[in-house]
């Protein structure tokens, strides 16, 4: 069965890829010609048999979240990731970084599930204390009120049946790499999948099945669970939490999440990706700052300091020979060339610091 036939459910003629370098997997619409990899960029993409490939799920998604930021927003954030970086690589414009965007989903899960379940926990209540404190000030003792917060503990138990809706759940291994890059989503906008959401943008495709999934969803309907008793019971705090659930009419849902990516090259040609949040703009990338152009800089430096010398040491002998009032432009001119070639060392140090605070 061939990629196009596997993915009708989708609603439009989709090619399965894999980035042979960082070995992530993709869909692209079939009409395009196979893109660079959009999370590396360092080649282009190769063709799969979805059918020998057994991939963990290329199903079509529920929910999309839209591409929201406008362009002077898009072109703000570009421009100031640019100027972050000093002396960057000639590579590094505004206008190369637009040209090369990639539109781009992320896909993540979202799973609903009725819970029932028997829990035991500690809810503490704050109050407060009033006493009274002797001081001595002034040459006589003064007594002092003193309000003192704490929380007073008292057992719940209980059973609770609930439902749990939209518990975000990761469908990418490198899920946490993402938010920490990216930041989060809102789930308003989120709107019903349709087939033209996918012209001109590429996906990830899940790495993680809902059964491989499940397991991080347990903690966060757990933590629901724990505040939702802790709100009942009007308390402040709670602890000790203890139940044994049981899990039933689970339903998973597959949310794509929009990501501007694009990239430039730094000194040895390599590509550095960069990637806005298609919802908020936040924008995240390698940053490398270009040790060609600090050294260009610093030789222009280092030029000038020679030239200057010179004239200096010329200077200096025809005040030796000629006129000693010669000597104070000598010695002007010495100071001069000293400042140019401690400034020429300084992009090189600018470079090398910057770089190696990022590597």
Known sequence: MSTVARLEAWGVDLEAALCTDCDHRFLYPAEDDAPLCPLCFRDELVPLNIEEEHLPYTQPPELALPF???????????DAFTRAIPFAPADLTPQNLRQRTQRLYLSRWLVDADVEAEFQAEVGFDYQVVSHRERYAGDRWQTEEVQEDRVRWEPRAGRLHRHYANVPV????????WQRQLGAYSL????????????GAMLTLPDRSPADAWPDAVPAVRQAAQEECRQAAQAQHIRDFRWSPAYGDRN???????VYATYYRDDEGRPRPVFLNGQTGQISGIRR?????????????GGA???????????????FFLEAALFTPAALGLGLAFILLVGALVPLLIVWRFNRRRA
């Open 289 to 301: 700052a270009s040790m060609v152009r600090a050294r260009r800089v610093a030789l222009g430096a």
């Open 305 to 319: 300091a020679a030239l200057v010398l010179l004239v200096a040491l010329i200077l200096g002998l025809a005040g």
């Open 68 to 78: 929201t930021i406008s362009e002077a927003r898009f072109a703000e954030q570009v």
């Open 188 to 199: 308003d906008g989120a709107a019903p999948y349709k087939p033209e959401e996918l012209a």
């Open 170 to 177: 990761p469908a990418l291994a490198e899920e946490a790499e």
């Open 252 to 258: 998973w849902t597959q949310l794509l999440r929009p």
